[in-house]
């Protein structure tokens, strides 16, 4: 069973900072690309920001330059580094990985529940 657990979320005025955690655990054998996506209420489910497990980072437009994306093979977790946070980043924040679990050999894709991000003006 494999799992990913966001954290870091809240309230934050803007202009301030957050860093949003994403670990994976379970029965894992390798982790392909992870990545942040994020919903904000009537809206789609958009990409922000994505990390190949070679280090290669692809970023919204809306979010290049404030925010970054990292990740820690050892500890199978991806970071979301947010500065200079505006209120139309507020949204709930999913984690999302291509996982290849022991019990397989093609990667399938895996979410977290999510974490709430709220920017006040």
């Known amino acids: 069973q494999v799992q990913l657990v966001e954290s870091g979320g809240g309230l934050v005025q803007a202009g301030g900072s957050l860093r949003l955690s994403c670990v994976a655990s379970g029965s894992i054998r390798s982790i392909h690309t992870t990545g942040w996506y994020r919903e904000a209420p009537g809206n789609q489910r958009e990409l922000v920001a994505t990390?190949?497990?070679?280090?290669?980072?692809k970023y919204a437009d809306s979010v290049m330059g404030r925010f970054t994306i990292a990740r820690d093979n050892a500890r199978n977790t991806v970071y979301l580094q947010m500065n200079n946070l505006k209120p139309e980043d507020t949204a709930v924040y999913y984690c999302n990985a291509d996982i290849v679990p022991h019990s397989g050999w093609h990667p399938a894709g895996y979410w977290g529940q999510g974490t709430q991000v709220t920017v006040s003006s």
């Open positions: 990390i190949t497990s070679g280090g290669s980072t």
